[in-house]
């Protein structure tokens, strides 16, 4: 990877990051009412909304606003909690070790199953086997997260009670129980992922297959499994790379949905908490730090593109 490629992707990600926070500030603006009577209630006085504007500076300008809160998040710190008046980055930050562990889980056992699934079926294209694992994957495409998660709480929870239905253990007090809690988010999440990673394999690696080099190889003799292992799999892997990193953004912002169903205490289910309590700083806060991971994930597969893709590093 060029030096050259390396900036010009970090110098694209700065001015992203700016819209990202710009975007997050005017969003939570856009909520028609005043914030600090949305915040208090209808029962706050004159005097308590008074006071709660001066302390989030809901007094001034929109710009200066915006000014005193970013140059506040830079230095990182994104508020106080109106709920539990906790500070709302080390809030996120342990909210988000829940959600990390379930996503990152989720995420690299897709790809491990979807890469190598999708190679085999365009290796025997148009074959039972192909249809077989396009129309699985098809399936897995049309399932909303939130029904697939609650007919595996029912059937594996309630049913066989093989895992907890409600509640959460940290991996610190009881690294066995944790690991139940998790288990069902964690293969719910993998099932659906794996449909679309299989489908994006599936079609790179029929790409990889009709290229000359490909061919080449196969007139010097190798074995088709050697073929597969060692030209189609790592080259069909460099666009599949680009969807996992917007399948990881993606899941990491929308985990929502899956922390309520199964009742998680992650960075989803504090954003959902914040929004009910109307807790502006904590709702805020999730927003950019989601949006902010996004960004940063996407960073980072376009740093290790050009690791699996050498055109790319040649730019």
């Not at 005043?34 to 300008?61: C, F, H, K, Y």
């Not at 597969?228 to 892997?237: D, T």
Request: aromatic residues 8%.
């Amino acid at each position: 990877m060029s030096a050259t490629y390396a900036l010009k992707r970090l110098a694209w990600a700065l001015p992203t990051l700016l819209l990202v926070a710009v975007a997050v500030f005017a969003l939570l603006r856009m909520v028609p009412g005043d914030p600090a009577q949305l915040m208090l209630g209808d029962a706050a006085d004159a005097v308590q909304l008074d006071a709660l504007r001066e302390t989030m500076g809901l007094n001034q300008s929109l710009p200066v606003q915006f000014a005193r809160w970013l140059q506040a998040a830079l230095r990182g710190d994104l508020g106080r909690s109106l709920a539990n008046d906790q500070a709302v980055l080390p809030l996120i930050l342990e909210r988000f070790r829940v959600t990390a562990s379930i996503v990152l889980a989720a995420v690299a056992l897709a790809g491990l199953i979807a890469v190598p699934l999708g190679t085999i079926a365009a290796w025997k294209q148009n074959s039972a086997l192909d249809l077989a694992v396009v129309g699985g994957a098809t399936l897995l495409l049309s399932i909303p997260s939130f029904w697939l998660g609650l007919l595996m709480l029912l059937f594996f929870g309630l049913k066989l009670g093989w895992v907890p239905v409600v509640g959460y253990v940290g991996f610190g007090e009881d690294p066995w129980q944790a690991l139940l809690y998790v288990a069902l988010p964690i293969v719910t999440l993998t099932l659906i992922e794996t449909g679309v990673l299989t489908r994006m394999a599936r079609s790179a690696a029929i790409d990889v297959l009709r290229l000359e080099y490909v061919a080449h190889a196969r007139s010097k003799g190798l074995r088709e499994s050697t073929v597969l292992r060692r030209h189609v799999l790592p080259n069909a892997f460099a666009p599949t790379l680009t969807l996992l990193g917007i399948v990881l953004g993606n899941l990491l912002g929308g985990i929502a949905v899956i922390e309520t169903v199964f009742t998680l205490p992650g960075l989803g289910r504090l954003l959902v908490d914040g929004i009910t309590a109307r807790d502006y700083p904590v709702v805020q806060g999730c927003m950019l730090f989601v949006a902010t991971i996004y960004v940063l994930v996407n960073l980072l597969v376009d740093l290790l593109y050009p690791l699996f893709d050498p055109r790319v590093a040649a730019e």
